[in-house]
């Protein structure tokens, strides 16, 4: 059983920059793929970001490509989201999800389904 915990968030203008993080407990870190979603008010949770195990492979959502950056640290059990050149349309809670059962970074990993854990969420506010 794999604990997540999001830290991070907060309100920051338009244009600005926040870096999440997502500590990993009760589990060996490096086995799960890592990935971030968002939810706004009002609508589903989204995919934004993930990474394979070892970190050698990203992928993106087309809607935050060449402004969040997701990196991971194994041996600190811990990954993280840089977001810059923020909009206020990433306002939305932020969450971490762990994969264990994909063997890349594959197509799926944007799909809620795939994550065995997930985290409680961190609030991300965006003012104009």
């Known amino acids: 059983q794999v604990q997540l915990v999001e830290s991070g968030g907060g309100l920051v203008q338009a244009g600005g920059s926040l870096r999440l993080s997502c500590a990993a407990s009760?589990?060996?870190?490096?086995?799960?793929?890592m990935g971030w979603f968002r939810q706004a008010p009002g609508k589903e949770r989204e995919f934004v970001a993930a990474?394979?195990?070892?970190?050698?492979?990203?992928r993106y959502a087309d809607s935050v490509k060449g402004r969040f950056t997701i990196s991971r640290d194994n041996a600190k059990n811990t990954v993280y989201l840089q977001m810059d050149s923020l909009e206020q349309d990433d306002t939305a809670v932020y969450y971490c999800?762990?994969?264990?059962?994909?063997?890349?970074?594959?197509?799926?990993?944007?799909?809620?389904?795939?994550?065995?854990?997930w985290g409680q969420g961190t609030q991300v506010t965006v003012s104009s």
């Open positions: 999800g762990a994969d264990y059962h994909l063997s890349e970074l594959e197509p799926r990993i944007t799909a809620q389904y795939v994550y065995d854990y």
């Open positions: 009760g589990g060996t870190f490096r086995i799960y793929n």
């Open positions: 990474i394979s195990r070892n970190g050698d492979s990203t």
